[in-house]
């Protein structure tokens, strides 16, 4: 039963270029969630998704990010014209369901972006 | 807004001696509250959570943690480390109505001398 998958393990990008993180949820997850870890810090939540929906949304920058989880395939998060700030571990979960406002998260190996 | 505080950034301990990691949160509801573990490069691995009920959770690895309501403190115990325990922990509160988020503390890293 594998687990959270997310690709590419690592990404570097040059300042000005975009930005593409995959998540896989774990078999029978239909809720996605997306962290993002900067150095010496904790996870900040930034964007929660159910199959075609956005749920919350409240961490995300107003600008240059966006998120998406289609009916078929991976959830993808997308950050346009990156800027050196965006280096950091973007870290993706999922849970089977919402029950009681928090369902147990089951987290991924995470994405390593670096903006040089 | 709901916060997550770890009071220790580093903490060193002895292979086979006890320890104690602390957490606070701040939160008027009762929360859910997570202990997940970092290992250097990895993800972040489930090791016990409180929903509700016994207020003394155990989980994998060996570890526990107690909820205790009157100190809004959710601290995770071991009574013996092993050197492989060495990474970073980190404390988690989500709450009904929260719309699924999780809250996470700044982490504690763990070193285990042996």
């Known amino acids: 039963n594998a687990g959270v998958m997310q690709n590419p393990r690592h990404l570097v990008r040059r300042r000005g270029q975009e930005a593409r993180l995959r998540c896989s949820p774990m078999?029978?997850?239909?809720?996605v969630y997306w962290y993002r870890q900067l150095p010496e810090e904790g996870l900040k939540f930034m964007v929660y998704?159910?199959?075609?929906?956005?749920?919350?949304e409240s961490g995300m920058p107003k600008e240059r990010f966006s998120a998406e989880f289609p009916k078929e395939g991976p959830s993808i998060l997308r950050i346009q014209q990156v800027v050196r700030g965006d280096s950091a571990a973007y870290f993706c979960?999922?849970?089977?369901?919402?029950?009681?406002?928090?369902?147990?998260?089951?987290f991924g190996p995470g994405t390593r972006l670096t903006v040089l | 807004a709901q916060s997550v505080t770890q009071p220790d950034i580093h903490i060193t301990v002895s292979e086979g001696a006890s320890l104690e990691l602390r957490c606070n949160y701040s939160?008027?509801?009762?929360?859910?509250l997570f202990w997940y573990v970092q290992s250097p490069g990895q993800g972040l691995q489930l090791l016990l959570k409180?929903?509700?009920?016994?207020?003394l959770v155990q989980g994998i690895k060996g570890f526990e943690a107690e909820f205790k309501r009157s100190q809004s403190s959710f601290n995770l115990r071991k009574p013996s480390v092993h050197w492989s325990d060495a990474a970073e922990y980190f404390c988690?509160?989500?709450?009904?109505?929260?719309?699924?988020?999780?809250?996470f503390g700044t982490g504690t890293q763990l070193k285990v001398e042996l």
């Open positions: 979960a999922s849970s089977r369901t919402a029950e009681g406002g928090t369902d147990t998260q089951y």
């Open positions: 939160y008027g509801a009762t929360p859910y």
């Open positions: 078999k029978g997850h239909s809720h």
């Open positions: 988690a509160v989500g709450f009904t109505g929260g719309g699924n988020k999780l809250t």
């Open positions: 409180y929903f509700s009920g016994d207020t």
């Open positions: 998704l159910q199959k075609e929906n956005i749920i919350d």
